[in-house]
Each structure stands twice: as structure tokens, then as C-alpha cells.
């Protein structure tokens, strides 16, 4: 049976944010932002662009100095980054002077200090090999294509065993097809080590495929959780059996009305500002608005 801390694993607890803008004033981007997540969970945050969920995953990751409220991982409040939530965001960024294997070694000597040398390579060599690059560890940066690189950047976050994976649009600079497959490759990933999992993506077939919920965020400033949708697909998964499951047009259409709804608001016409004057023309101004605003409402 699961325990309380199981249930309560990650905890953002009324999450602000804000930045300075170049004119001196403050823009709160995040605001209020709650989520409860259990061990293990897989979340995907989707969002217009722009709407924060970079800002919330960096400021999870410690990356993001938090303006107001909390992250709390395992019991434990979140004031830096470290070890025990790794992050993979769209470019890898490996070291071009390292290979693959000496790129994940980085890390995992770090972190495994206490092992031998034989274990800590073994465990480089179980990731790389997890990521489908068992040939390719030798390999320099150069010599690999850019999904490869990327399986690189997972391999070296997951061979950390962190309590956390925040996944930064990952998939984000990759074709389709290789995109596909890292899907895949992660998911597998997660179903064996049970990694709780936070998922930045825009793409609201990716999300539904790989999460076990999903965090709609608001449109921003101020944003904040608009509405969450439990997946109610099994573990492990299958491409095919979601995208034939009747369920799962009913979840993309719920996601799709939402981020619709978010871009209404954000386009919705402000009223037109009022000019001082007579009685007679403010009554027919405020009808204006009155029209403008019935109109932006329709
Ligand atoms: N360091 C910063 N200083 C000032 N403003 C910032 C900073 N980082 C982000 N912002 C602003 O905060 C808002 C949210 O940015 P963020 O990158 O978190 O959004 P996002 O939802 O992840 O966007 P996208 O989906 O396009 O990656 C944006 O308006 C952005 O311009």
C-alpha cells in the first residue's frame, strides 16, 4: 500500500513567479500554481507558448529562483538544483571533447563517488544501451545525428537515478519518426524504474500518449493550473491500442476546446478607453462598450 509521502511526492505549493521587464516593473508570469504529484506519476504540462511551463519546470528543477511558494520533493523543500531531479531539455548540449559514454560518466562519478570505477561504467553502459546506443558509445558528439545526441542527453539524466525527470520539450528539435521512437524509448524507461516524471511539450498527442495526467495550464501573465485530465490508458503502452481507443479523441478534443478557450481569452478586444465629456456622450460611449464588449463576449 502506497504511504502518505508516495501520494504527496512533489509538492508545488502556490508557486509565483516573477520577472523584471526593461522597464523596471515586475511581470508575474506564474501565479498561484498548485500540483500534487504522486511517486512515479508521469504529468505533462501543455500550454499556449509563452504561458510559463518552462518557468514552473526550471523553478522545479532549481534552475529558477521561486518569487513566492514552494516545491517540495520527498519531504524535502527545493532551494537549488541537484542531482535528484535531473533535466533533459531540447539540445542535449553535450561536451564535444567526450564521447557518449564519457559524457554520461560526467554525472554518474559525480553522484556514485562511493562506487568503483567498474560500477560506475557499468552503469553508464546500462543507459546508453537502455537508449538503443549500445554500438555508439565511443562515439564523439560529431559523429552522432541529433536524435542520437538526445538519447545521449537521457541517457546521462536517467544514469543518474534521480528522484525526478523533468523533460523540457525533449522531443522538440526531432523529426516525427525519431521522435516517435524516443517516446517510446522513454516511456520503457519509466515503466522499469518508475521515475516520477514531469513532461514540457506542445504537442497534445505526445502528452496524452506518454502521461498518466495532464496539467492545462492557463493562458499568462498569471498563469496558473486551468484544469487537469487523468489518462485512463494502462501501463505499458502501445501506440496503437491508445490511438484505436475511443477515449482518446474525447481527451484530444477536451485539450484542443481548452487551448482554444486560452486563445479566445488572449485575443479577446479591451474595451475601448473613455474620453471626459458630456453626459450625453458618456451614455452613448459606455453603449459603445457596452456593444464592443457583448460583441468580443460572442
Ligand atoms: N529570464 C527571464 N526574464 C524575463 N522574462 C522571462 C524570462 N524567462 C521567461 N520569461 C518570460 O516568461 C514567460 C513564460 O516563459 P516560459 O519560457 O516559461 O514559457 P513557456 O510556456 O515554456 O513557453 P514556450 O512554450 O514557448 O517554450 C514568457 O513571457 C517569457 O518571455
Known amino acids: 500500500m502506497s504511504t502518505g509521502g508516495e501520494q504527496r511526492y512533489v509538492e508545488l505549493f502556490r508557486l509565483s513567479k516573477a520577472y523584471p521587464n526593461p522597464y523596471g516593473d515586475r511581470v508575474t508570469v506564474v501565479d498561484g500554481f498548485n500540483l500534487i504529484m504522486k511517486r512515479g ?4 504540462l501543455i500550454g499556449h507558448s509563452g504561458c510559463g511551463k518552462s518557468t514552473v519546470l526550471t523553478m522545479v528543477a532549481g534552475l529558477n529562483s521561486i ?5 517540495v520533493l520527498s519531504g524535502k523543500e527545493v532551494t537549488s538544483a541537484g542531482p535528484d531531479r535531473a533535466v533533459v531539455f531540447q539540445s542535449p548540449c553535450l561536451l564535444p571533447w567526450m564521447t ?7 554525472g554518474v562519478d559525480r553522484v556514485f563517488a562511493h562506487g568503483t ?3 560506475r561504467k557499468e552503469i553508464c553502459e546500462y543507459y546508453l544501451d537502455a537508449v538503443g546506443l549500445a554500438d555508439s558509445m565511443d562515439k564523439y558528439p560529431r559523429e552522432l545525428s541529433g536524435g542520437m545526441q538526445q538519447r545521449v542527453g537521457i541517457a546521462r539524466a536517467i544514469a543518474l537515478k534521480p528522484k525526478m525527470l523533468l523533460l523540457d520539450e525533449p522531443f522538440g528539435r526531432l523529426d516525427s519518426l525519431t521522435r516517435m521512437e524516443l517516446q517510446d524509448v522513454i516511456l520503457k524507461i519509466l515503466d522499469r524504474e518508475k521515475i516520477t516524471t514531469m513532461l514540457v ?9 506518454m502521461a498518466d495526467r495532464i496539467c492545462m495550464m492557463t493562458t499568462g501573465p ?6 487537469i485530465l487523468d489518462m485512463p490508458f494502462e501501463r505499458p503502452r502501445r501506440r496503437e491500442e491508445v490511438l ?4 482518446y479523441y474525447d481527451l484530444r478534443g477536451c485539450l484542443v476546446s481548452f487551448l482554444e478557450e486560452q486563445d479566445r481569452r488572449k485575443h479577446r478586444p479591451a474595451p475601448v478607453p473613455k474620453i471626459a465629456e458630456s453626459d450625453a456622450a458618456k451614455s452613448a460611449d459606455a453603449s459603445d462598450q457596452a456593444d464592443a464588449l457583448a460583441h468580443a463576449e460572442a
Not at 101 to 106: D, F, S
Not at 222 to 227: I, L, N, S, T, Y
Not at 244 to 247: A, F, I, K, M, V
Open 222 to 227: 498569471m498563469a496558473r493550473v486551468g484544469q
Open 100 to 106: 557518449a559514454i564519457q559524457n554520461v560518466r560526467l
Open 41 to 44: 506519476e508521469v504529468v505533462s
Open 201 to 209: 511539450t506542445h504537442d497534445v498527442d505526445e502528452a496524452i500518449y
Open 117 to 119: 570505477r567498474q560500477q
Open 244 to 247: 484505436e481507443d475511443p477515449l
Open 67 to 71: 518569487s513566492e511558494g514552494s516545491v
